[in-house]
């Protein structure tokens, strides 16, 4: 018997013919409890006080009423680099996309069976995770310049990262019955796995690149805090001068082509499905 079984021991159960049986008390009481000392250990370390949260939460809300009403008469100098944006965000989406396909049928382990192989590139796919797409960006303007490509850069190395990763998970689970059977007939890898695990992963992987590049339209925002272009580069400027309505803007044009972004990757990928 273990420890947990001594604290909260097993119900015993007589049946019919005489039989006892144990029933394992649940294990919710100690997940609960552990849950509650890792919130506690956590509010400890982080310094969290909810009675300064209660104080001076309302301070959030002063700079967001400097911002409307939005200055509508600096839209004319946000179309440009909100184009840049999308434009950034859909090259580095595609580029990534496109670059992460004969890495992730290398980390599939029901294609490649050498261990040594897989381990290499998942760890890669790992790596390239880690590394914060600010940082990516950073690096890219010391290489490039500023401008949009370093920010092109950066999405796409988050992209190969992120969908690199979901299109491995996802050749893992297909079927691998039509791809054994054109191998037993004598078709090349590369054959079977066109005919046989393309189509069953060919829908979900452009739902991710669809999803991946909504989200990258967001975070290319973010990337002109270090010089990597798009709408980052004058909301970074007008935070600084402290012209907040024209932050306001900003964020209501961002606002407005995510939705519409949003509303088109839908479409799509309802299309899909």
């Known amino acids: 018997m273990n420890l947990y079984d001594k604290i909260f021991p097993p119900k015993k159960f007589t049946l019919a013919d005489g039989k006892e049986v144990f029933e394992r ?48 008469a600096y839209m004319s100098a946000i179309w440009g680099p909100l184009f840049d944006t999308i434009k950034m965000s859909l090259l580095g989406s595609a580029i990534g996309a496109i670059v992460a396909i004969p890495f992730s049928v290398i980390a599939a382990s029901n294609i490649i069976h050498n261990k040594f192989i897989l381990t290499i590139v998942r760890l890669f796919f790992s790596l390239v995770r ?35 990763k979901l299109l491995y998970e996802q050749i893992e689970t297909v079927d691998m019955g039509a791809y054994e059977a054109m191998e037993s007939f004598g078709a090349t890898k590369l054959k079977s796995f066109a005919a046989a695990i393309v189509p069953q992963v060919l829908p979900g992987y452009i739902a991710n690149c669809l999803f991946c590049f909504e989200g990258n339209v967001r975070y290319a925002a973010i990337l002109g805090y270090v010089g990597a272009g798009g709408l980052g580069l004058i909301l970074n400027e007008k935070i600084g001068w402290r012209e907040y309505s024209s932050v306001g803007m900003i964020l209501v044009a961002l606002f407005g082509a995510v939705i519409i972004i949003e509303a088109i990757s839908h479409y799509l990928r309802k299309k899909l499905t």
Do not use: H, N
């Not at 400890?44 to 400097?66: A, N, P, S």
């Open 25 to 72: 008390r649940s294990r919710m009481p100690l997940i609960i409890l552990l849950i509650v000392i890792a919130s506690w250990i956590s509010i400890e370390v982080t310094g969290f006080d909810m009675d300064v949260i209660f104080k001076r939460g309302k301070y959030f809300f002063d700079i967001l009423k400097q911002m409307f009403p939005p200055d509508t």
């Open 130 to 164: 880690t590394i914060p797409t600010l940082v990516i960006a950073l690096i890219a303007t010391y290489i490039f310049g500023l401008g949009t490509l370093a920010g092109t850069t950066a999405i796409a190395v988050f992209t190969f990262a992120y969908v690199g």
